[in-house]
């Protein structure tokens, strides 16, 4: 019942656009605004979605890496083709349904009547990606691209190596966008989370010749 047929994969999705970029260019770029558009006003995503007659229905959740998809892949779009212009596009958010303690929910959402370019969408998900638990690395949620690890921080303390990791790959790529879009504040303020996720995972992560995977909700390994 996770996910019905024919929906879109927020992740999913946005990691085939990465591929189609060499040689569908503007099929990709249409799909990076199109994952723009089932964007929250507070930055997270709807995991998957339909696009039906009477709007657009889909799935809140908690999942933690969904929406850092968004920078990475609109980021290598630019690289590979060039095109800058579509940081200056304009999308709207979405509202919905709140959480609260649940896991997630199945909604139709709305258009918030709020839009805002692609780069300041993606700005957006990078800073609700981070947020950092006892170990200073980001935290689980409901899965951090391995839906398996759904009940590893389920409590909402677990933490993730793997995605602490992938948001710093993902600064690096975004740093020289924001720089390039002339804020270069914000990519100093990037620069300074990737250093120190860079060393909480050194210092609390790496063991006995491997890193671990993560941390569950009470600390255990």
Known sequence: FHQNGGAYGFRDQLQDSTAAVYFMPSEARTHILRSCAVQFLAGDVLHWWHECGDGTKGIRTKCSDDM????????HYAKVTGDISLFSEQVSFINGEELGNAREKYMRVTQSGVTASVYEHCVKALDRCCRTGQHSLIKMGSGDWNDGYSRVGEDGMGESV???MFYIAVVKMFVPIARQLGDGGYA???EKRAAALAAAVE??????GHYLRAFYDN???
Do not use: R
């Not at 850092?68 to 980021?75: C, D, Q």
């Not at 210092?203 to 006995?208: H, L, P, S």
């Open 188 to 190: 100093a303020t990037l």
């Open 162 to 164: 793997w995605l602490s």
């Open 219 to 221: 600390g255990a390994k």
């Open 203 to 208: 210092d609390t992560a790496y063991e006995n």
């Open 68 to 75: 850092l998809w968004l920078p990475y892949a609109a980021a």
